[in-house]
């Protein structure tokens, strides 16, 4: 079956850098593009960036372009965020997620239990 | 960025009752809409897709349907496993965007 884990959250100080890794199983990895999702405590879903399922194409959410780097390591199955000049605002649940496309937008078919980041001093 | 807003916020309703959930969208997305049922501490869970798909497994007292920029979620008959938060979202764009959810309590 398919499974989503996510690792890597904590909590950290503003202007810090914090990555997150998603570790994916049970199905061919390299044929979906993946996603990061967060919610904000008590807030509503926020897409954060996707890259596709060959790594060649990245898009992000104006809220972290620059800050952040979604990138992958397929023979490992693994998806990672690279999170840099992390904000008390991007404290959040972050998520990843699962699109039934190799590059083109998609709806969220699997998630992941998702990770908490805490950015606080 | 397409804006999602969805109404109402908030919806108390009983057990049994037809519930009706309404998305809108800043521009035309169809048929490019899915919706999400969240539990607390959960992720979300996908309900359809391509506007009025059921995703496997998913109970058939769930129906959308929708058009253009406005589509709706309808839970025929409300059991106690339907209260939770609902979201829609467009991937009509490389940057797909969530309604702010709807809150659906007794």
């Known amino acids: 079956q398919v499974q989503l884990v996510e690792s890597g959250g904590g909590v950290v100080q503003p202007g810090r850098s914090l990555r997150l890794s998603c570790a994916a199983s049970g199905f061919t990895f390299n044929n979906y593009a993946m996603h990061w999702v967060r919610q904000a405590p008590g807030k509503g879903l926020e897409w954060v960036a996707v890259i596709s399922n060959d790594g060649s194409n990245k898009y992000y959410a104006d809220s972290v372009k620059g800050r952040f780097t979604i990138f992958r390591d397929n023979s490992k199955n693994t998806l990672h965020l690279q999170m840099n000049s992390l904000r008390t605002e991007d404290t959040a649940v972050y998520y990843c997620?699962?699109?039934?496309?190799?590059?083109?937008?998609?709806?969220?078919?699997?998630w992941g239990q998702g990770t908490l980041v805490t950015v606080s001093s | 960025d397409i804006q999602m807003t969805q109404s109402p916020s908030t919806l108390s309703a009983s057990l049994g009752d037809r519930v009706t959930i309404t998305c809108r969208a800043s521009q035309s997305v169809a048929p490019w809409l899915a919706w999400y049922q969240q539990k607390p501490g959960k992720a979300p869970n996908l309900l359809i897709y391509?506007?009025?798909s059921l995703e496997s497994g998913v109970p058939s007292r769930f129906s959308a349907s929708g058009s253009g920029t406005e589509f709706t979620l309808t839970i025929s008959s409300l059991q106690p496993d339907d209260f939770a938060t609902y979201y829609c979202q467009q991937y009509n764009s490389y940057s797909p965007t969530f309604g702010q959810g709807t809150k659906v309590e007794i």
């Open positions: 391509k506007a009025s």
């Open positions: 997620a699962r699109t039934v496309t190799t590059s083109a937008p998609g709806f969220f078919d699997y």
